[in-house]
């Protein structure tokens, strides 16, 4: 069973930058698609970033709000997911969401596992 925990969210100011970690555990070896989502106050949730992790990667998806912002990566042992977020700007606050699904749809409901969120805020 997939877990995911977030972590890495917290206060900055326009213009400055963060990385929001998740650390993946009980996924054996096998290849899953995983992305970053955020749910702004009082709005729906949105894709950020997403990326396969299988042989060679593969393409990765950016939202255009956060195209040449932001980065997603994972580490070597494909243990941690990282987003770092640079030029953060007034539209950014959000709960930020790690997730991961067997399949290759970057849409909300096609993910099977979730992380409990981290908040980011920027003032």
């Known amino acids: 069973h997939v877990q995911l925990v977030e972590s890495g969210g917290g206060s900055v100011q326009a213009g400055g930058s963060l990385r929001l970690s998740c650390a993946i555990s009980?996924?054996?070896?096998?290849?899953?698609?995983l992305a970053w989502f955020r749910q702004p106050p009082g709005k729906e949730r949105e894709g950020v970033a997403a990326?396969?992790?299988?042989?060679?990667?593969?393409?990765?998806y950016y939202d255009d709000s956060v195209k040449g912002r932001f980065t997603i990566s994972q580490d070597n042992s494909k243990n941690t997911l990282f987003l770092q977020m640079n030029v953060l700007r007034p539209e950014d606050p959000a709960v930020y969401y790690c997730?991961?699904?067997?399949?290759?749809?970057?849409?909300?409901?096609?993910?099977?596992?979730w992380g409990q969120g981290t908040q980011v805020t920027v003032s």
């Open positions: 009980g996924r054996s070896n096998e290849n899953y698609f």
């Open positions: 990326m396969y992790t299988g042989f060679g990667g593969g393409n990765i």
């Open positions: 997730a991961a699904q067997r399949g290759g749809c970057f849409v909300d409901y096609a993910f099977n596992y």
